[in-house]
């Protein structure tokens, strides 16, 4: 490793700060440069659906601080990048050169809403998040567009308040990510919570400006006070317009984080996994992921070998104050290979065993640490 | 350094344990507990302590200097 080289990690992100924490550890004694777009600087998400929505008092709490690093912090976002030269520039105009790039800016919420529509709410950054629990103190219904893991948190924080909430989507909640089985589950236990879900054969158009309701393919028009949408997220690349890094999944990485271009890097929710044999582009813009892929590239970026694997398929999420935790491969087709404990009770260890010897151990309403349900997975499979 | 844990809000995820598994450990019941003694973490476990903060998805734990 070269000392003298010079790192720049754009985004202030989970994945950015990861990145700069283990250049440091991994013995990087050269410039880094951190560029963020936040004024307050990096913060974790996760309680963004959960606690923010509850209580005002979180929303100092959530900061990822840069303690003890010695980094060079521009708070000014990138606005463009010339990977010939190595340079990016930010807002403020600065161009700040680099030999090795992180590239980590993120992804922001997918919005339906119409050009020039008003008041579409969304949920991805604190300032979303306060928005949202304003109107949640004197809202008396809701719908949410989008039945996947943030739109389900979203309509729990509804319930919670006593909300009617109708939460729409094509397909039925939480089945992309964790099949039919868990759906069913999840979708049964919401409802006695006061959460409805209504399948739309199509996309759903918001209504009204301000928004005031959704329409579906089928002719259904619904209206409420709160409208919220929560149909996913678009990868944050608009100032890399130009070098050939991106496209519409994102940047694409392979195993070591390396994109295809040279000394440049990336981690966290703006990438996607190239294809490989026969596994297709993915995307997998998960919290484990960003922590995992953040150390795998700041080792990239000095030529170092991998600390571990740059992927971590963890996940988890929370619906109607039932904590739903997962290790391994997703969607679980059909029933669980083992079962103990009650799912109807909303208490429950799930194993999965898959076609390919690997499985996927679920914690259903049990608090389980990351590492027994690691363990669990590892001696359910067959390999 | 010390680490303040907020208790309630901790949901035992465990990825603490993950990144310092020399600071932190998790009982059955996915309570955390710290793994060395006293209340200041040593020196030579700071950098994983402060990788831990960092990744502790529901920010439940703070660097306290």
């Known amino acids: 490793m070269t000392a ?6 754009v985004g202030e992100s989970l994945a950015g700060t990861t990145a700069v924490r283990h250049l440091r550890a991994l013995g990087h004694a050269g410039p880094l440069t951190l560029v963020g777009a936040e004024e307050q600087g990096a913060y974790s ?22 303690d003890g690093l010695d ?3 521009i708070r000014s976002p ?7 030269r190595r340079t990016v520039t930010t807002a403020d105009g600065r161009r700040i050169g680099y030999d090795a790039l992180i590239v980590a800016t993120g992804a922001g919420a997918r919005r339906l809403a119409a050009p020039g529509q008003r008041g579409e709410l969304v949920l991805r950054t604190l300032e979303d998040a306060r928005r949202l629990r304003a109107r949640l103190a004197d809202a008396t219904s809701a719908i949410v567009v989008g039945a996947g893991f943030l739109g389900m948190e979203v309509a729990s924080a ?18 992309r990510v964790l099949g039919a089985y868990l759906s069913a589950e999840i979708t049964a236990r919401a409802a006695t919570h006061g959460i409805r879900f209504l399948q ?20 259904t028009e619904l209206t409420a006070d709160l409208v919220v949408t929560c149909a996913g997220e678009i990868p944050c690349v608009d100032w890399l317009e130009g070098t050939g890094l991106a496209g519409r999944l994102g940047v694409g990485i392979d195993h070591a984080c390396a994109t295809t271009v040279p000394g440049v890097f990336a981690a966290g929710d703006v990438t996607y996994l190239r294809a490989q044999g026969t596994q297709p582009d993915r995307r997998a813009p998960f919290w484990s992921n960003a922590v995992a892929q953040g150390r795998a590239a700041a080792a990239s970026a000095l030529g170092l070998p991998l600390p571990g694997p740059a992927h971590d398929d963890y ?11 997962v290790v391994g491969r997703l969607p679980l087709l059909g029933e669980p290979t083992a079962v103990q404990g009650s799912v109807a009770d909303g208490r429950a260890l799930l194993t999965w065993n898959h076609a390919d010897g690997t499985s996927t151990a679920v914690a259903y309403g049990l608090r389980k640490p990351v590492a027994a349900l690691r363990a669990l997975a590892a001696t359910s499979s067959s390999d | 350094m010390k680490i303040s844990v907020d208790y309630p809000r901790c949901e035992g995820h465990g990825l603490c344990a993950d990144q310092a598994p020399d600071v932190f450990s998790l009982d059955d019941d996915a309570e955390l507990t710290y793994r060395f003694e006293g209340t200041v973490v040593p020196d030579e476990s700071r950098p994983a302590a402060r990788a831990a903060v960092n990744a502790c998805p529901v920010a439940a734990l703070r660097v306290l200097t």
């Open chain 1, 78 to 84: 990138a606005v463009a990048a010339d990977t010939d």
């Open chain 1, 4 to 9: 003298a080289r010079s790192v720049l990690v």
């Open chain 1, 71 to 73: 980094v060079d912090v």
């Open chain 1, 315 to 325: 996940f988890w999420t929370e619906v109607t104050g039932l904590s739903v935790k």
């Open chain 1, 45 to 66: 998400r996760p309680p963004l659906s959960k606690v923010v929505l509850k209580d005002p008092s979180a929303d100092e709490t959530l900061g990822l601080a840069l």
């Open chain 1, 200 to 219: 739309a054969s199509g996309f759903a158009t918001l209504t009204g400006d301000p928004v005031r309701g959704v329409a579906l393919p089928d002719g």
């Open chain 1, 158 to 175: 509804c319930a919670a308040r006593g909300i009617p909430v109708t939460v729409v989507d094509t397909d039925r909640p939480l089945e």
